[in-house]
């Protein structure tokens, strides 16, 4: 199984996203620029986003982005399928035929069981991270850095 950088620009873009939640609509190219993800691979990621009531949008003078849910309903699986990310790590995509559409060889593979619970472990895992989980995240490591910073005033004023 691997995660595309379509997955992963995703759910990163979200979590910007949500972190400014509250402060007005959120712009792409704010985004683009702090994440450094295309503004045009952007766009198609939140249109997916959107037509999945992900997100929504706001036209005009100051528009932009925000959430359609909130943070704590919104899932790394409801943000990995929209944007239409395979999770699957079978050979043959779950068609259960792992060696070719042949009659003859078109059987499951002997691991095929092996990569289809771990597709079900890995959907369960990612429906289990809310995209608030991922905000927290990131707000517990800026507490911890700014707390490092004023216990070592020194060796910030090095850096």
Known sequence: MRLTTK?????????????????G??????ISQRQAISLSYLEQLFGKLRRHEIVESIRG???GYS??????????AD???????????TQC????????????????CMTH???????????????????QDLVDQQHQKNSEQVVVLHRNPAAAAQN
Not at 7 to 23: E, S
Not at 67 to 76: G, N, P, Q, S
Not at 94 to 105: M, P, V
């Open 25 to 30: 609509p959120v712009t792409l190219a704010g």
């Open 113 to 131: 069981e092996l990569w289809a619970t771990l597709n079900e472990k890995m959907v369960d895992y990612l429906d289990s991270v809310s995209l």
């Open 7 to 23: 997955g992963r620009f995703a759910v990163t873009a979200m979590i910007d996203l949500a972190l400014r939640q509250g402060k």
């Open 79 to 89: 943000i990995i399928i929209a944007v239409d990310e395979p999770l699957d790590a």
């Open 93 to 108: 995509g779950g068609k259960e035929n792992c060696h070719g559409s042949d009659a003859a060889t078109g059987a499951r």
């Open 61 to 63: 003078p100051g528009g």
């Open 67 to 76: 959430l359609a849910r909130r943070a704590d309903k919104v899932t790394v």
